[in-house]
C-alpha cells in the first residue's frame, strides 16, 4: 500500500489521550500535520481545546496493532509526555505515522522549527534579542579583566579550538607559545581557561579537557600553563585539578614506551585473529598479569590500598595460587604458536585489564593519549577525581526512570525498586558532589580549581555551572541563570544538537546532560526556597526549550558552528521571550536582600536528600483546575496585599482632602507566636498544668485565665510585604547556610522558629 504524504492534511474523528498528564477520558476532535507541528482541536464547541506537540519534541513514534475501534498510535515526547491517538481508518493511521517518523527526525538544520518561525518583529529587534545575554558583562562584574586573568586573541577566528568561543580569560602571565602548546596537549586543543572569578577569595573555576598524556607523555608548555593558573591566585601556593571521571575506568600508564606497547597490541589483534582456540590461554594470562599488577603497584595509578592482617593472608595465599598457576604448562592444540605457555612477551605487558576486550580497549585509549595529569610532572597540583558516569550510562538511567514513572498502578516495592535500579539520583548527587568539591575549595580554601572531563563538554560544563550556582546568588536569579546557561553551556561548546538529537544522527551520541545540571538546580531549590528568585516552572520551561527547537539558541554544537549557520540571521534567541513571561517563573519566597557573603550555599548531599523531580516527570493537566500550589497561593496574596496598600493609600488621601488635616498611620510590628521551650515534658493522659497569668475559679470548678486588658490603640497596624517574606523558612539557606540533617535537625529547626 503506497504511503500518503499527511502534512497540511486534516484527519477527523480522531481520540487523543495524554496518558501522563493523568487523563483519563479521551479527547474527540480533528488531527492536523503541519511541517513543524502535529496539532489536536477538540471538537466541544464550549473548549475547542488546542494541544499543538512540536515534531523535533517527539522522540518515538510507535504504531499497534488495530482494534476493532480503530488504529492506534504511541508519541513518545522528550519532555516525558506520553500520547496516545487512535485514528478510524488504518490507511490513515500509517501515513500519519510514515510522516511522523520522517519529520520527528530531520536531516538539515533548514528543516528545523526555528528557521521557519518568523515572529513579526524587524532586523532590530532580532538582533537586540540576541543581544540580552552579555557574557562580557558579566565577566565585568566578577572584576575581571584585571592584573591576573586578561582576554588573549589566540582564539581569535576559532584558530586553537573551533569548540572554544573567540574571547577567553587566560593568566596574564601565559604567552601565546604556552597557549598553544598546552592546547595541542589537550584533547580537542581545549586548553585551560577562566569559567568563573570569585572576587573575595581570588580564587578561579577553569575548565580545560583531558591532556594527551598516552604512554608517560609530557608537555612543558601544559605543565607552564598550570603554573600560571596558579600563580595567578596569590593566596595559594597549588590548584586542586578535578577530574569528573570515575578513577576505575582509567587506565594507569605502565611506564613503557609507546613503540614497544604497540607491538605488543598489534601481537594480540593478530594472536586472536588467528588462533581462538586459545584464548582461555589469554584469559588466565591476563588473570595473572592482573594479580602481579596489584603486586608491584602501579606508579601512576596510586592504587595500593590498606589492608587489615586478615585481607592480607588471603590476599598472599591468592598470590601464591597465582604463581603456581602461571608455571603450570597449559594444553593446548596450537601451543607451538606460543611456545606451550603464556609466558611469552605477548602476555608480559597484557596487564590493563582481565578480559581481551577490556585490555584493547584500555591500551587502545592510552594509545590515543587519552590520560589524566601525572602528579610527578605536575608539581604544583591536587588531582581529585570525582566519579560522573559517561553519557551511555546517563542515557540508560534516565530511560529506566522514564519507564518507572510509565508504571500502571506500581506498588511501593515496584516503585522504589524502579527508581534505585535507574540509578538516576545518584548520578544527581554525584554532579552537585563535584560543584560542593569546587565551591569549598574556592570560596573556603581560596584555592583555584581547574575542572576536566574527557573532551570538557559534557561532565566539565555540568560540575562548573552547579558551583557557580552555589558560589554566586547572581546566578540565583532568572536573568542570572540565563547567563550561566549561556557561557558554560552555550559558549563553551555543549553539543546541543548530537546530545538532544535535534538531527537524525547516532543515538548513542544522545544524553541527557543540561537535563542533569536542571535538576541539580531543582535539588537545591527544594534545600533553600528562599534562595532563588526562579521557580520550578522556568527550569521546565528552559528544558522545554532546549529540545523544541523552536529558537535558535540551544542549535549546533559550538559558536563556530552557530556562526557558519548565520543562526543569528535567521532565527531568535529564547531568553528575551522567557524575560517578558518571569511573572511566571518567579518564586514568592525569594529574598532579594542576600549579600555576597551570605550567598554560598552549602547543601547536604546525602543520600535521603535527593527526591524524584515530579514536576518534570509527571506532568498535570493544564486544562483541568488542579489544586493551588503553596507557591501560587502566596503569589496570590502578595498580589493581594500590594493592592490593599495601594487602596490604603488612595483612601488616606481622600481623608486628607476632606479634612484637611494628614493622617498618619503608626506601623506596628506584628509578633510572631512564639512557643515555650522551658515547660516540663509531660507523658500521661492530661495535659500539663501550666500557670501564666492570673487563675480564677469558675462556679465549675474549673480555671480560667485572664489576661490584662489594654485599652485599644486608635492606630492601624500595617505590616510591610517583606515582613511576609521574613516570616518565611529559616532553613532556606539564607539566614542559615547549612541544610537540613537527620540527626537533631529538628530540634534546631524548631529552636529557631521560636
Not at 583531558?210 to 598550570?226: A, I, K, T, V, Y
Not at 532556606?732 to 522558629?753: H, I, M, Q, T, Y
Amino acid at each position: 500500500m503506497p504511503i500518503r504524504n499527511k502534512i497540511g492534511e486534516m484527519v477527523e474523528n480522531v481520540r487523543l489521550l495524554e496518558r501522563s498528564c493523568g487523563q483519563r477520558k479521551p479527547s474527540v476532535g480533528t488531527l492536523y500535520l503541519s511541517a513543524t507541528h502535529t496539532i489536536f482541536v477538540e471538537n466541544n464547541p464550549e473548549t475547542r481545546k488546542e494541544t499543538w506537540v512540536p515534531h523535533s519534541m517527539v522522540s518515538g513514534v510507535e504504531r499497534l496493532p488495530p482494534s476493532p475501534t480503530g488504529s492506534q498510535l504511541i508519541l513518545r515526547c522528550k519532555d516525558f509526555r506520553v500520547i496516545l491517538v487512535l485514528i478510524p481508518q488504518e490507511r490513515d493511521c500509517v501515513d500519519i505515522h510514515a510522516s511522523l517518523a520522517r519529520l520527528s527526525r530531520p536531516e538539515k538544520y533548514s528543516e528545523l522549527y526555528c528557521l521557519s518561525f518568523n515572529p513579526n518583529v524587524n532586523k532590530e529587534q532580532r538582533e537586540e534579542s540576541w543581544a540580552f545575554v552579555d557574557l562580557a558583562a558579566d565577566y565585568r562584574r566578577m572584576g575581571v579583566p584585571n592584573n591576573l586573568w586578561v582576554t588573549t586573541a589566540a582564539n581569535s577566528e576559532y584558530r586553537v579550538c573551533d569548540t572554544y568561543p573567540s574571547e577567553l580569560f587566560v593568566p596574564k602571565s601565559a604567552t601565546p607559545a604556552v597557549i598553544v602548546g598546552s592546547s595541542r596537549f589537550r584533547s580537542r586543543g581545549r586548553f585551560p581557561v577562566l569559567s568563573y572569578f570569585h572576587q573575595d577569595t581570588l580564587a578561579a573555576v577553569c575548565r580545560c579537557s583531558q591532556p594527551l598524556s598516552g604512554f608517560s607523555g609530557r608537555c612543558q608548555e601544559d605543565e607552564m600553563m598550570l603554573q600560571a593558573v596558579m600563580k595567578s591566585n596569590p593566596g595559594s601556593d597549588y590548584i586542586y585539578v578535578v577530574d569528573t571521571r570515575p578513577k576505575t575506568v582509567l587506565c594507569a600508564s605502565l611506564g613503557k614506551e609507546y613503540s614497544e606497547v604497540m607491538e605488543t597490541a598489534m601481537k594480540l589483534v593478530n594472536y586472536l585473529r588467528s588462533s581462538s582456540a586459545l584464548q582461555h590461554c589469554l584469559l588466565r594470562a591476563f588473570l595473572n598479569e592482573r594479580e602481579n599488577l596489584n603486586l608491584t603497584g602501579l606508579r601512576e595509578g596510586k592504587m595500593r590500598q590498606k589492608r587489615g592482617a586478615k585481607e592480607r593472608k588471603v590476599f598472599r595465599r591468592r598470590v601464591q595460587q597465582r604463581k603456581e598457576r602461571r608455571t603450570t604448562p597449559v594444553k593446548s592444540p596450537n601451543t607451538g604458536r606460543l611456545g606451550g605457555t603464556p609466558t611469552g612477551p605477548v602476555f608480559q605487558h597484557a596487564s590493563l585489564g582481565c578480559t581481551v576486550l577490556q585490555m584493547l580497549n584500555a591500551m587502545a585509549n592510552r594509545a590515543a593519549g587519552k590520560g589524566y595529569e601525572n602528579e610527578d610532572h605536575y608539581t604544583n597540583i591536587k588531582l581529585q577525581f570525582i566519579g560522573i558516569e559517561n553519557i551511555h550510562v546517563m542515557r540508560s538511567s534516565q530511560q529506566k526512570i522514564v519507564d518507572v514513572g510509565e508504571m500502571r498502578s506500581p506498588s511501593m516495592t515496584d516503585f522504589l525498586f524502579g527508581l534505585e535500579n535507574s540509578g538516576w539520583l545518584k548520578h544527581i548527587k554525584a554532579i552537585l558532589d563535584a560543584g560542593v568539591f569546587i565551591a569549598r575549595a574556592v570560596a573556603d580554601e581560596g584555592i583555584s580549581v581547574l575542572v576536566h572531563c574527557s573532551d570538557g563538554w559534557d561532565r566539565t560544563a555540568q560540575a562548573c555551572s552547579v558551583a557557580s550556582l552555589l558560589l554566586d546568588p547572581y546566578y540565583r536569579t532568572i536573568r542570572g541563570l540565563m547567563v550561566l546557561i549561556e557561557r558554560d553551556w552555550v559558549s563553551f561548546g555543549h553539543k546541543f544538537s548530537h546530545r538532544y538529537a535535534h538531527l537524525d544522527g547516532d543515538p548513542k551520541e544522545v544524553s541527557p546532560v543540561l537535563d542533569q545540571f536542571l535538576e541539580c538546580a531543582w535539588q537545591l531549590s527544594e534545600q533553600f526556597p528562599c534562595a532563588f528568585e526562579f521557580n520550578e516552572r522556568f527550569l521546565i520551561a528552559v528544558h522545554s526549550h532546549i529540545y523544541s527547537c523552536q529558537y535558535g539558541t540551544f542549535l549546533g554544537n559550538c559558536e563556530k558552528e552557530r556562526r557558519d549557520l548565520r543562526l543569528r540571521e535567521h532565527s531568535h534567541s529564547v531568553w528575551p521571550q522567557l524575560w517578558k513571561e518571569r511573572s511566571q517563573f518567579t518564586n514568592p519566597l525569594y529574598q532579594t536582600d542576600l549579600s555576597p557573603s551570605q550567598g554560598v550555599l552549602r547543601p547536604n548531599t546525602s543520600p535521603y536528600c535527593f527526591k524524584l523531580w515530579k514536576g518534570l516527570y509527571n506532568h498535570t493537566e493544564k486544562s483541568m483546575p488542579p489544586r493551588q500550589s503553596p507557591a501560587d497561593f502566596l503569589s496570590t496574596v502578595r498580589e493581594e496585599s500590594k493592592q490593599l496598600e495601594e487602596e490604603l493609600t488612595n483612601q488616606q488621601e481622600r481623608l486628607t482632602a476632606l479634612t484637611g488635616k494628614p493622617i498618619t498611620w503608626e506601623k506596628v510590628a506584628v509578633p510572631r507566636r512564639r512557643r515555650r521551650t522551658d515547660c516540663q515534658k509531660h507523658g500521661g493522659p492530661d495535659p500539663p498544668a501550666t500557670t501564666h497569668g492570673r487563675l480564677i475559679s469558675g462556679p465549675d470548678g474549673q480555671t480560667d485565665r485572664k489576661a490584662p486588658r489594654k485599652d485599644p490603640a486608635l492606630t492601624l497596624p500595617l505590616r510591610d510585604t517583606d515582613d511576609f517574606s521574613a516570616c518565611s523558612d529559616l532553613e532556606s539557606g539564607v539566614a542559615d547556610l547549612s541544610s537540613r540533617s537527620s540527626s537533631g535537625g529538628d530540634d534546631n529547626k524548631e529552636a529557631e522558629l521560636e
